[in-house]
């Protein structure tokens, strides 16, 4: 199995609806209006994961006061969602995608290399959506440490 098509600058984000770590439905369309980070990560709690996700948290005000809106997704049931955002004080929504049809959508699921073996996973990648609901960034493959920062650069909002 390999990564579903991957999308590219230009097109439109898929639309969806997922539930979040409090189990409220969010619907990305619902964002028009307004840039939207998505971010996809392979599991909650883990050490990379957690660090991505409090480098956005830490970040989420700078980015907030250029019109972003932060949303994670993972393939971690809502209840884990729920001890994530607690236990890491995560200020923005995480949404729950088990079944991965998300992912696909984004190409953002399928083969990676992990510690030497190849493995059908997560593939940590990250959007930057505009107010019209198109894609202006894909990134695939990301790195969790200092990914942050490198999309802050990108947004033109490094410090």
């Given at each position: 199995?390999?990564?579903?098509?991957?999308?590219?600058?230009?097109?439109?984000?898929?639309?969806?609806?997922?539930?979040?770590?409090?189990?409220?439905?969010?619907?990305?369309s619902e964002l028009h209006g307004r840039k939207v980070v998505v971010?996809?990560?392979?599991?909650?709690?883990?050490?990379?994961?957690?660090?991505?996700?409090?480098?956005?948290?830490?970040?989420?005000?700078?980015?907030?006061?250029?019109?972003?809106?932060?949303?994670?997704?993972?393939?971690?049931?809502?209840?884990?969602?729920?001890?994530?955002?607690?236990?890491?004080?995560?200020?923005?929504?995480?949404?729950?995608?088990?079944?991965?049809?998300?992912?696909?959508?984004?190409?953002?699921?399928?083969?990676?290399?992990?510690?030497?073996?190849?493995?059908?996973?997560?593939?940590?990648?990250?959007?930057?959506?505009?107010?019209?609901?198109?894609?202006?960034?894909?990134?695939?493959?990301?790195?969790?440490?200092?990914?942050?920062?490198?999309?802050?650069?990108?947004?033109?909002?490094?410090?």
């Amino acid at each position: 199995m390999t990564a579903s098509t991957r999308l590219e600058p230009g097109q439109n984000a898929p639309d969806f609806t997922l539930p979040d770590q409090d189990g409220r439905p969010l619907t990305l369309s619902e964002l028009h209006g307004r840039k939207v980070v998505v971010y996809f990560y392979p599991e909650a709690m883990t050490p990379g994961c957690t660090t991505q996700a409090c480098d956005f948290r830490d970040n989420l005000g700078r980015l907030q006061a250029a019109g972003y809106e932060v949303v994670g997704i993972s393939r971690d049931e809502v209840p884990k969602l729920a001890e994530f955002a607690a236990h890491d004080h995560l200020t923005f929504r995480i949404l729950s995608d088990p079944e991965h049809r998300i992912h696909d959508l984004y190409g953002a699921y399928g083969e990676k290399n992990l510690y030497g073996k190849t493995v059908v996973s997560a593939l940590r990648s990250t959007f930057v959506i505009d107010e019209r609901g198109v894609i202006v960034q894909a990134l695939y493959n990301v790195k969790a440490t200092g990914h942050v920062d490198m999309l802050l650069k990108r947004l033109g909002l490094a410090a």
